[in-house]
């Protein structure tokens, strides 16, 4: 398929494939008689995967450092799944990081319903919001899809 159609089926705009190309993040591609780069279902498997790295904020270097030992071949397979494991286990204490980031807001929203009810003192608590336990962050209410989606 010519570039114009890989780039539509892949998410990336011509000037990104020609880039990653040039930069070593895609191979080479094919050309036909006429100088016109040519992909294939393997080249759109890639440029997926691609996208899926760089949504997973994994840095550009890499990306290109995985690019690089996967042309190597079979040869840097373990080095390639060590490096998507560490990846991995960065992404999962990311989740982690982020789940207590959430908490953290909805003991707050939590906080501004109670007092928007008035069931607490109006005041601000500088986002201090403890639960009874002092863990810091009071459990979340049971919100309806609307509540919650009115606040995002």
């Known amino acids: ?6 780039a539509a089926k892949s ?18 591609t094919v050309r036909d008689a006429g100088g016109r780069r040519s992909y294939g279902m393997d080249d759109l498997a890639w440029a997926a995967f ?21 042309a190597e071949g079979d040869a840097t397979l373990r080095t390639r799944r060590k490096m998507l494991e560490a990846h991995r286990d960065a992404l999962v204490a990311r989740q982690a990081e982020l789940a207590e980031l959430v908490a953290t807001l909805d003991a707050k929203i939590d906080h501004y319903i109670d007092m928007e009810s008035g069931t607490q003192e109006s005041f601000d608590d500088g986002g201090q919001t403890h639960d009874d336990r002092g863990s810091g962050i009071a459990p979340p209410r049971e919100r309806s899809r609307r509540g919650a989606s009115a606040r995002a």
Do not use: C, H, N, V
């Open 1 to 6: 398929m010519k570039i114009g159609d890989f």
């Open 11 to 28: 998410g990336l705009s011509a000037d990104t494939l020609r880039y990653y190309e040039r930069i070593g993040l895609l191979p080479r």
């Open 50 to 70: 691609l996208r899926k790295l760089q949504a997973m904020d994994m840095p550009m270097r890499d990306r290109l450092e995985y690019s690089r030992l996967r």
